[in-house]
């Protein structure tokens, strides 16, 4: 089975920095996405990690530790766009199984 | 534009009835997906296929049947509407099963059995 955590809401200041945790415990691992997803839109691919480590993106990071069970997506310069519901997927079997997604809402 | 297509965009339904959400894509993709989107649960997997003519079952996929006659096109079928179907469906594609499938979405059906 899967099992896919990650906070419900996250609320920040504009220009600031926001991080979402997300843990997993899964039967295969294949790799770890993070999608983003505004209201009433589909999801969009953000970000891939299949490795140890950090990959950076523009003002996206997303980190793994495969050892853990555990990634990170870091949002810098938060801008009132990044408003949004951010979705950690996890590839098991060539299949994504989603956690419920973090709503980020960004304060002027 | 390249991408996927979903229809209806809204639909609402009276329970028993069938109904069937039209998927296609015209990017060549082998892999295709529908996912259901509820409050709180995030996005479930409901069926799956790999390239045309097989089909696979996800998380969800009580109530549900789909098809794969050809690469593009990737139906879902209720055959007995009930209202825990409301939902928001989202089919979805990616090149190949494998493990950097990359998914793009189709808009989404809004879906409202009563």
């Not at chain 1, 990959?55 to 990044?82: A, C, I, N, P």
């Not at chain 2, 190949?96 to 808009?107: H, K, M, Q, R």
Request: with cysteine; charged share 15%; net charge neutral.
């Amino acid at each position: 089975g899967q099992n896919i955590d990650q906070p419900t809401e996250m609320t920040a200041t504009e220009g600031a920095i926001v991080q979402i945790n997300c843990t997993y415990q899964t039967s295969g691992f294949n790799g770890l996405f993070w999608y983003q997803q505004h209201a009433g839109e589909a999801p969009t691919f953000l970000s891939y990690n299949v490795l140890d480590g950090l990959e950076e993106k523009g003002r996206f990071s997303s980190f793994l530790s495969r050892s853990k069970g555990y990634s990170y997506l870091l949002l810098k310069e938060l801008q009132m766009k990044d408003s949004a519901s951010y979705l950690c997927a996890v590839n098991d079997d060539y299949k994504l199984s989603f956690g419920a997604g973090t709503t980020v809402t960004v304060r002027a | 534009i390249a991408g996927i297509t979903q229809a209806p965009t809204s639909q609402i339904l009276a329970a028993g009835r069938r109904m069937t959400l039209r998927c296609t894509q015209d990017m060549r993709h082998n892999a295709m997906y529908w996912y259901r989107q509820d409050l709180g649960l995030g996005l479930r997997l409901i069926h799956y296929s790999n390239t045309a003519g097989t089909t696979g079952k996800g998380e969800v996929p009580d109530g549900y049947s789909v098809s794969r006659a050809n690469t593009d096109d990737f139906p879902l079928t209720l055959a007995s509407a009930v209202p825990s179907q409301t939902s928001v469906y989202f089919c979805a594609s990616s090149e190949e099963a494998s493990g950097a499938n990359v998914l793009t979405f189709g808009a989404g059906s809004r879906l409202t059995v009563l």
